[in-house]
């Protein structure tokens, strides 16, 4: 799955920003995976979320950062991108699903910037 995203146009742009990935190390993926569940839950599990499609910033947590890169920051998203139907309310598994894909990419996002060399995320051709 996180294979498939990360060849979406759209979706590869994202990766953790600085500020993100220090959370994200500070606080750990038990944690992260915690807070993913919580937002999950209060944004997004309702069969018609307030404000859907606008629900998820763009950054500043990695929860965040995260949700946009996997296609579950919106329940448009969720329905086109993996199948959750928009007008039911996420079931337990939906949100264990999208809890763990959310904690693997940021998982991913950390392992990709403790890789030595060009391949981290910040890396920046010709500067």
Known sequence: MLDRLARHRFRARFHLRPPE???????GLPVIRMHALDLLTSRLAPARPPNDGRQTPWGGH???RAQHATGTCCRGCLERLHGLPRGHRLTAADLRFV?????AWVARELRA???????????????
Do not use: K, S
């Open 62 to 64: 990695p929860v965040f």
């Open 99 to 103: 809890t763990a894909l959310i904690t």
């Open 113 to 127: 910037a403790a890789a030595p060399g060009p391949a981290g995320p910040d890396h920046l051709p010709g500067l």
């Open 21 to 27: 990935r220090r959370i994200a190390q500070t606080r």
